[in-house]
């Protein structure tokens, strides 16, 4: 397949796809690429739809991406095929697909590429694509304390935090 061949594929997946999993498969894809080219062997040490989730710009389980056949019949054989891989295909495939890339303006992928992260105005962006409000209202009864007979103030349970804000707590402090 010929670089114009390329970049119609990648384009018609970014079209089909646009958004934060795609652009960090692709990226966690070329990180691989390079993996491959430093170390001359087969890099792919996951699943193909977990590439962007261990390689990518934005590391998160939520973030798997499968993408269509086509694109994986494009991949899969540079990552996981035995013998040697040209630099410069691999250069040239490089300049091509990240000046598309920029040309469509992607959101997370062209801002990724200087620093292998995204910058922290899109951390936020990125982290508000998985967050999804319920379709109605969930009412939750609240529960009275017991009375008790005698006259001693009963402390009141405290309140848990959600799973999803300690994940998120502790990732922040992490950072």
Same mark, same amino acid.
């Given at each position: 397949?010929?670089? !114009?061949?390329?970049?119609?594929?990648?384009?018609?997946?970014?079209?089909?796809?646009?958004?934060?999993?795609?652009?960090?498969?692709?990226?966690?894809?070329?990180?691989?690429?390079?993996?491959?080219?430093?170390? !001359?062997?087969?890099?792919?040490?996951?699943?193909?739809?977990?590439?962007?989730?261990?390689?990518?710009?934005?590391?998160?389980?939520?973030?798997?991406?499968?993408?269509?056949?086509?694109?994986?019949?494009?991949?899969?054989?540079?990552?996981?095929?035995?013998?040697?891989?040209?630099?410069?295909?691999?250069? !040239?495939?490089?300049?091509?697909?990240?000046?598309?890339?920029?040309?469509?303006?992607?959101?997370?992928?062209?801002?990724?590429?200087?620093?292998?992260?995204?910058?922290?105005?899109?951390?936020?962006?990125?982290?508000?694509?998985?967050?999804?409000?319920?379709?109605?209202?969930?009412?939750?009864?609240?529960?009275?304390?017991?009375?008790?007979?005698?006259?001693?103030?009963?402390?009141?349970?405290?309140?848990?935090?959600?799973?999803?804000?300690?994940?998120?707590?502790?990732?922040?402090?992490?950072?």
């Amino acid at each position: 397949m010929d670089l !114009s061949g390329i970049n119609d594929l990648i384009l018609k997946e970014y079209a089909s796809a646009k958004g934060l999993l795609f652009e960090n498969h692709l990226y966690g894809c070329f990180t691989l690429l390079e993996q491959r080219i430093d170390s !001359s062997g087969i890099v792919l040490d996951c699943s193909f739809d977990q590439i962007g989730v261990s390689h990518g710009f934005f590391k998160d389980l939520r973030t798997g991406f499968t993408g269509s056949t086509d694109y994986q019949s494009f991949w899969l054989p540079l990552l996981s095929a035995e013998g040697h891989l040209e630099e410069n295909y691999v250069d !040239s495939l490089e300049d091509y697909i990240f000046d598309a890339m920029r040309d469509i303006s992607s959101v997370f992928f062209a801002p990724a590429l200087d620093t292998g992260e995204l910058p922290e105005d899109l951390l936020s962006v990125a982290e508000a694509t998985f967050i999804t409000e319920p379709a109605e209202p969930v009412l939750v009864k609240r529960r009275r304390l017991p009375r008790t007979r005698n006259k001693h103030p009963v402390t009141p349970i405290q309140k848990a935090k959600g799973l999803s804000k300690t994940r998120k707590a502790a990732r922040l402090q992490g950072t």
